[in-house]
């Protein structure tokens, strides 16, 4: 069982470029989160989603964009990178909402450095 | 959203004894309680949850005080293994969905 996965594992930008961070689960959950750690921080919460065709800002989206065409995948998308947006980003997955008590299951990460 | 308050650390502790951690949460409609824990450069792995009555796993009890919004987590005889960082987690409530992290508190663990 693979649960989350995320690609690429590392990935090196310049100023201006953009990209898409994949992230892929195989739970069939409907809940799919994406978070980004900066060194020394917690996580913080940039978009989610319920189900296919459904998404929803967090605490730091701008900058960001996602979509939600099935349920296995949940891509994030940063179309004009900046340094501010280096940080290691988590892509997690639930089969419920975060408040019923069940816990996210997390990808690798994606470690990004804007140069 | 509200935020979640750790003592970041590091905890230095010697392989055997018993160690404390604490968190404070501001938002007192928050639902769900956790503890994950993090190894250097890994993704949050869930430790444990929290309930009200408390609870224990193996070495691992947790507790929650809803009322002082205070949470948490004894690890007794603590193994070099335990060195990670631990982090307090509270879901948001309110409708909003995702996860509110704490900082987390470093652990070490010496032989």
């Known amino acids: 069982n693979a649960g989350v996965t995320q690609t690429p594992k590392f990935r090196i930008l310049k100023i201006g470029q953009s990209m898409t961070l994949q992230c892929t689960q195989d739970?069939?959950?409907?809940?799919m989160y994406w978070y980004r750690q900066d060194p020394g921080m917690g996580l913080k919460l940039i978009y989610y989603?319920?189900?296919?065709?459904?998404?929803d800002k967090g605490e730091v989206p701008n900058g960001y964009n996602v979509s939600r065409s099935t349920t296995e995948d949940f891509p994030l998308r940063l179309e004009l990178a900046a340094p501010s947006q280096t940080s290691v980003y988590f892509c997690?997955?639930?089969?419920?909402?975060?408040?019923?008590?069940?816990?996210?299951?997390f990808g690798p990460g994606t470690r990004l450095l804007v140069l | 959203r509200k935020e979640v308050e750790q003592d970041p650390g590091p905890f230095n502790v010697p392989e055997g004894a018993t160690v404390a951690f604490n968190c404070t949460y501001s938002?007192?409609?928050?639902?769900?309680f956790f503890w994950y824990r993090q190894d250097c450069r890994k993704e949050p792995k869930l430790l444990m949850s929290?309930?009200?009555s408390g609870n224990e796993d193996g070495r691992f009890t947790a507790q929650l005080n809803r009322a002082s919004q205070y949470i948490s987590l004894l690890i007794r005889d603590s193994k070099l293994s335990d060195s990670a960082t631990y982090l307090c987690?509270?879901?948001?409530?309110?409708?909003?969905?995702?996860?509110?992290f704490g900082k987390g508190t470093h652990l070490i663990i010496q032989p």
């Open positions: 938002n007192s409609a928050s639902q769900s």
């Open positions: 997690a997955s639930g089969p419920w909402a975060s408040g019923s008590g069940e816990t996210q299951y």
């Open positions: 989603s319920v189900g296919a065709g459904i998404t």
């Open positions: 929290v309930y009200s």
């Open positions: 987690v509270v879901s948001p409530g309110g409708g909003a969905d995702g996860l509110t």
């Open positions: 739970m069939n959950h409907n809940y």
